[in-house]
């Protein structure tokens, strides 16, 4: 490998001549003219013991070091920004002070730098002082001129890339052979302040104003107040173009950064001259006829693109009064009232104004903010996302030259018409020396605030002692934009501040969102009503099911009912089988008596006599009273009951025995007439047909069915005694005064309609059985009547013929638990 400082090509000259040639053309002060300042190039290194250092320098003698020679201890840092580690290439922009020499003065170089790092694994031979991961170096290119850097910049990172492409840093050959090529450029006189071409490469004007969009005015406004400015953000390149771009609004302000390295330089204002002719058809000659480029950068200013944290003692230096600076570390937002007046935070795309005499002079005017809207409108409009920097349509409205002509002319109106504002205050009392065309004082179109503001500043006052008093016959004294608001004036900010807010990509955005929530709506509300219409037919679907299984259930209650019917029925006919047979046992008892009586008449000679037959029906006459007023005569007098004619005796008799006949038929045939009743009537002389009805109307009516049961006991008779002179006690059962009613009601009707009190028949018990508990003696004694059959009526026959003879004849009483029996049966059949 060849030694970097040995020659490849004889025609070279050796580095000493060419840095000794270069120390020459320094006496310029900005190494502006041909054979000015050879371009150098460095290797910066990061040791991770000993931080950024130095590795190597290109173009010098060897063994020179002009980092040690001119006092750059702050190379390294300035190379290798804050945050480079972050990126796999990132770009820093700074100034350096070259000191003043014996044969030249101090001055201003500008140096650019290119960091990479790579993975310390992919090196071909790994150095013993490599001891991270990784290793991180720049490559650094100092010029004199800041003026190139855009064309440099694609330059020195294909270099850069191409070197650690060799995975090999000791071989240097391909940065000695860029210095060398950069060298002859110079030389030749390629690289010199006539030459235009590409002098704004990666400049772009169009981002400064997308981004800032009226602000961007204000910024420059900012410059020509000299305040002091902090720029961060946490990219490093485009923390510094955007301030080489802010400055390049400025026309010639580039080719004239010679005092911004420190704040002790003023070379520039040393050399200006007042100038004493113009040519209009050259336009660097009236630019610099009118004053142009503003020096913002002069005594005690400072212009550092990217300045590091060791700089800091520099910016708070009490030498230093303003300057426009970066940084990519956050912590000089912790102290931002200290070092600026006015904050750029790019990160978040705002500015920040601490100084209140500031903001008063930084507020624009009608006419500024009409004239700043006019070109964010042009810009905004040719906006191209592919490519920033160029038009969509290719135009020269909203172009990089566009811009930069936009600017240069409102500076032009600015520096007219505050000359005319000048010269309006020296003839205030002439009227007749002031411009017949201009009315009013143009200057104040630019706020008479940032006039006054300006007109205390160093670059001011620079500028008024160059210039000619009457630069306003050269250019108009007249803002761009004068007048007062109008309503275009309203529209375009109305329509810029309807652009800020995005509303083309909100309302794209919010279109493809609501289509989206459209569809989700539309699925969700068919589901809704497909759930809706569903549950409707399960609801009906149910109320057609409760329906059937209320009509089933109808059915079955029906059907139940009939059952409970049925079942009502079924226990009817079992209390009508029990009445029947208490009928049975309430006849034979009937008839057993019918015999005892007929045996009684045998016996004792019943109506054998008158005598006999009155004492008889006086004794039952007396008999009947005394159960009449035993019963509260609820039924009449028992005695008179039963007194008759002796008309018909003889067919009554018969018809007697033939009821009686009738009667133990009936009761062998288990009917449901009760024996008494028919009994009753055939005594009383009415016709078995009317007691029959009687009968039934008297079972309807008012007998109880469970006197059967009390007044009968398992035998079949009545607990109470049968004599026939002995009377129920009242409080033998609810049966007798129920019948006695009954038949009261009766008599009471018959009595009515024949005029006399009806009859009552009045009965005796016979005598009961011994043992009520034996059931079969009841039986037995029941069913000796039956077996007496026709005899017993024959006896009665014969009897009722010879009670015939006699006027009247007391016949046997009903017995009281067989008229009880008969009204249980009866309340039975009724239910």
């Given at each position: 490998?060849s030694?970097p400082s040995?020659?490849?090509?004889?025609?070279?000259?050796?580095?000493?001549?060419?840095?000794?040639?270069?120390?020459?053309?320094?006496?310029?002060?900005?190494?502006?003219?041909?054979?000015?300042?050879?371009?150098?190039?460095?290797?910066?290194d990061?040791?991770?013991a000993?931080?950024?250092?130095?590795?190597k320098?290109?173009?010098?003698?060897?063994?020179?070091?002009?980092?040690?020679?001119?006092?750059?201890?702050?190379l390294?840092?300035?190379?290798?920004?804050?945050?480079?580690?972050?990126?796999?290439e990132d770009f820093?922009?700074?100034?350096?002070?070259?000191?003043?020499?014996?044969?030249?003065?101090?001055?201003?170089?500008?140096?650019?730098?290119?960091?990479?790092?790579?993975?310390?694994?992919?090196?071909?031979?790994?150095?013993?002082?490599?001891?991270?991961?990784?290793?991180?170096?720049?490559?650094?290119?100092?010029?004199?001129?800041?003026?190139?850097?855009?064309?440099?910049?694609?330059?020195?990172?294909?270099?850069?890339?191409?070197?650690?492409?060799?995975?090999?840093?000791?071989?240097?050959?391909?940065?000695?052979?860029?210095?060398?090529?950069?060298?002859?450029?110079?030389?030749?006189?390629?690289?010199?302040?006539?030459?235009?071409r590409?002098?704004?490469?990666?400049?772009?004007?169009?981002?400064?104003?997308?981004?800032?969009?009226?602000?961007?005015?204000?910024?420059?406004?900012?410059?020509?107040?000299?305040?002091?400015?902090?720029?961060?953000?946490?990219?490093?390149?485009?923390?510094?173009?955007?301030q080489?771009?802010?400055?390049?609004?400025?026309?010639?302000?580039?080719?004239?950064?010679?005092?911004?390295?420190?704040?002790?330089?003023?070379?520039?204002?040393?050399?200006?001259?007042?100038p004493?002719?113009?040519r209009?058809?050259?336009?660097?000659?009236?630019?610099?006829?009118?004053?142009?480029?503003?020096?913002?950068?002069?005594?005690?200013?400072l212009?550092?693109?990217y300045?590091?944290?060791?700089?800091?003692?520099?910016l708070?230096?009490?030498?230093?009064?303003?300057?426009?600076v970066?940084?990519?570390?956050s912590?000089?937002?912790?102290q931002?009232?200290?070092?600026?007046?006015?904050?750029?935070?790019?990160?978040?795309g705002?500015?920040?104004?601490?100084?209140?005499?500031?903001?008063?002079?930084?507020?624009?005017?009608?006419?500024?903010?009409?004239?700043?809207?006019?070109?964010?409108?042009?810009?905004?409009?040719?906006?191209?996302?592919?490519?920033?920097?160029?038009?969509k349509?290719?135009?020269?409205?909203?172009?990089?030259?566009?811009?930069?002509?936009?600017?240069?002319?409102?500076?032009l109106?600015?520096?007219?018409?505050?000359?005319?504002?000048?010269f309006?205050?020296?003839?205030?009392?002439?009227?007749?020396?002031l411009?017949?065309h201009?009315?009013?004082?143009?200057?104040?179109?630019?706020s008479?605030?940032?006039?006054?503001?300006?007109?205390?500043?160093?670059?001011?006052r620079?500028?008024?002692?160059?210039?000619?008093?009457?630069?306003?016959?050269?250019?108009?004294?007249?803002?761009?934009?004068?007048?007062?608001?109008?309503?275009?004036?309203?529209?375009?900010?109305?329509?810029?501040?309807?652009?800020?807010?995005?509303?083309?990509?909100r309302?794209?955005?919010?279109?493809?969102?609501?289509?989206?929530?459209?569809?989700?709506?539309?699925?969700?509300?068919?589901?809704?009503?497909?759930?809706?219409?569903?549950?409707?037919?399960?609801?009906?679907?149910?109320?057609?099911?409760?329906?059937?299984?209320?009509?089933?259930?109808?059915?079955?209650?029906?059907?139940?009912?009939?059952?409970?019917?049925?079942?009502?029925?079924?226990?009817?006919?079992?209390?009508?089988?029990?009445?029947?047979?208490?009928g049975?046992?309430?006849?034979?008892?009937?008839?057993?008596w019918?015999?005892w009586?007929?045996?009684?008449r045998?016996?004792?000679?019943?109506?054998?006599?008158?005598?006999?037959?009155?004492?008889?029906?006086?004794?039952?006459?007396?008999?009947?009273?005394?159960?009449?007023?035993?019963?509260?005569?609820?039924?009449?007098?028992?005695?008179?009951?039963?007194v008759?004619g002796?008309?018909?005796r003889?067919?009554?008799?018969?018809?007697?025995?033939?009821?009686?006949?009738?009667l133990?038929?009936?009761?062998?045939?288990?009917?449901?007439?009760?024996?008494?009743?028919?009994?009753?009537?055939?005594?009383?002389?009415?016709?078995?047909?009317?007691?029959?009805?009687?009968?039934?109307?008297?079972?309807?009516g008012?007998?109880?069915?469970?006197?059967?049961?009390?007044?009968?006991s398992?035998?079949?008779?009545?607990?109470?005694?049968a004599?026939?002179?002995?009377?129920?006690?009242?409080?033998?059962?609810?049966?007798?005064?129920?019948?006695?009613?009954i038949?009261?009601?009766?008599?009471?009707?018959?009595?009515?309609?024949?005029g006399?009190a009806?009859?009552?028949?009045?009965?005796?018990?016979?005598?009961?059985?011994?043992?009520?508990?034996?059931?079969?003696?009841?039986?037995?004694?029941?069913r000796a009547?039956?077996?007496?059959?026709?005899?017993?009526?024959?006896?009665?026959?014969?009897?009722?013929?010879?009670?015939?003879?006699?006027?009247?004849?007391?016949?046997?009483?009903?017995?009281?638990?067989?008229?009880?029996?008969?009204?249980?049966?009866?309340?039975?059949?009724?239910?």
């Amino acid at each position: 490998m060849s030694d970097p400082s040995t020659p490849t090509n004889g025609a070279t000259p050796p580095p000493s001549e060419r840095a000794a040639a270069a120390t020459a053309a320094a006496d310029t002060g900005n190494g502006a003219k041909s054979g000015g300042f050879i371009p150098l190039v460095s290797v910066v290194d990061f040791h991770h013991a000993r931080g950024p250092e130095v590795e190597k320098w290109f173009g010098v003698d060897e063994g020179s070091d002009p980092a040690a020679e001119y006092d750059w201890a702050l190379l390294p840092f300035m190379a290798l920004s804050d945050g480079a580690h972050a990126a796999t290439e990132d770009f820093s922009y700074f100034t350096l002070l070259r000191p003043a020499t014996s044969d030249a003065p101090a001055t201003s170089l500008f140096g650019i730098s290119c960091t990479r790092q790579m993975d310390a694994s992919q090196l071909l031979v790994r150095p013993a002082e490599v001891t991270r991961s990784t290793v991180q170096k720049a490559v650094v290119i100092i010029a004199d001129s800041p003026q190139y850097f855009g064309v440099l910049r694609e330059r020195l990172s294909v270099v850069t890339r191409a070197w650690f492409a060799q995975r090999e840093f000791t071989d240097t050959e391909i940065l000695r052979r860029f210095q060398e090529s950069l060298a002859d450029e110079k030389e030749r006189g390629l690289l010199n302040d006539d030459e235009d071409r590409d002098r704004y490469l990666g400049m772009s004007l169009r981002e400064l104003v997308r981004e800032f969009k009226w602000q961007t005015l204000v910024l420059l406004k900012s410059c020509l107040l000299q305040p002091k400015m902090l720029f961060f953000g946490s990219r490093c390149e485009r923390l510094c173009m955007m301030q080489f771009s802010l400055i390049s609004l400025i026309p010639g302000l580039l080719r004239n950064l010679q005092d911004s390295a420190g704040p002790e330089l003023s070379n520039y204002e040393k050399k200006l001259a007042k100038p004493t002719s113009l040519r209009t058809s050259d336009r660097n000659s009236l630019l610099s006829y009118m004053g142009l480029p503003l020096q913002i950068f002069g005594k005690g200013s400072l212009f550092g693109p990217y300045t590091p944290l060791q700089q800091l003692d520099v910016l708070a230096d009490f030498g230093t009064k303003s300057y426009i600076v970066g940084s990519t570390n956050s912590l000089l937002l912790q102290q931002k009232d200290r070092y600026s007046d006015i904050l750029i935070n790019l990160d978040e795309g705002s500015i920040n104004v601490t100084s209140t005499s500031l903001k008063a002079a930084l507020q624009l005017s009608v006419s500024d903010r009409r004239w700043i809207d006019f070109i964010t409108q042009n810009v905004n409009e040719t906006w191209d996302e592919a490519n920033p920097g160029r038009t969509k349509t290719m135009g020269y409205v909203g172009s990089e030259e566009f811009i930069r002509l936009q600017f240069e002319e409102y500076l032009l109106s600015l520096i007219s018409s505050v000359k005319y504002h000048n010269f309006m205050l020296k003839h205030a009392n002439n009227p007749k020396m002031l411009l017949p065309h201009i009315e009013g004082d143009p200057s104040l179109d630019f706020s008479p605030e940032f006039v006054e503001a300006w007109s205390r500043t160093e670059n001011y006052r620079i500028w008024d002692s160059h210039t000619d008093s009457h630069l306003f016959d050269i250019v108009d004294p007249k803002h761009p934009c004068a007048g007062g608001l109008t309503i275009d004036d309203v529209q375009r900010r109305i329509a810029q501040q309807v652009q800020d807010l995005h509303l083309d990509e909100r309302f794209a955005q919010g279109r493809e969102v609501l289509g989206r929530n459209l569809a989700a709506g539309r699925e969700k509300a068919s589901t809704m009503f497909n759930k809706l219409y569903a549950d409707m037919e399960a609801l009906r679907e149910a109320q057609r099911k409760r329906a059937e299984e209320a009509r089933l259930q109808a059915g079955s209650d029906g059907q139940a009912d009939k059952n409970g019917g049925v079942a009502a029925a079924v226990d009817l006919a079992k209390a009508q089988q029990t009445m029947q047979a208490v009928g049975v046992k309430a006849g034979a008892f009937v008839n057993s008596w019918a015999a005892w009586a007929g045996e009684k008449r045998k016996a004792a000679g019943w109506g054998r006599s008158s005598g006999n037959s009155d004492n008889h029906v006086a004794s039952g006459a007396g008999a009947a009273a005394a159960a009449g007023s035993g019963r509260g005569g609820s039924a009449g007098s028992w005695a008179s009951g039963w007194v008759k004619g002796s008309k018909n005796r003889a067919s009554q008799a018969s018809q007697a025995s033939g009821s009686d006949a009738l009667l133990e038929r009936d009761v062998a045939a288990g009917s449901n007439r009760l024996p008494h009743i028919s009994t009753s009537s055939t005594v009383t002389g009415r016709s078995d047909d009317t007691g029959r009805s009687e009968e039934r109307a008297l079972n309807r009516g008012s007998i109880s069915g469970e006197s059967i049961l009390d007044g009968v006991s398992e035998s079949g008779f009545s607990s109470y005694p049968a004599s026939p002179q002995t009377r129920r006690p009242p409080s033998g059962g609810a049966s007798a005064p129920a019948i006695d009613s009954i038949l009261s009601a009766r008599g009471d009707k018959r009595g009515s309609q024949n005029g006399t009190a009806p009859p009552v028949t009045v009965f005796s018990s016979p005598p009961r059985a011994k043992s009520s508990s034996n059931s079969d003696d009841a039986v037995a004694s029941s069913r000796a009547p039956h077996e007496r059959g026709a005899k017993g009526a024959e006896a009665e026959a014969e009897a009722e013929a010879e009670a015939d003879e006699t006027e009247t004849e007391p016949l046997p009483p009903t017995p009281p638990p067989v008229a009880a029996a008969a009204a249980e049966a009866a309340e039975v059949q009724t239910m």
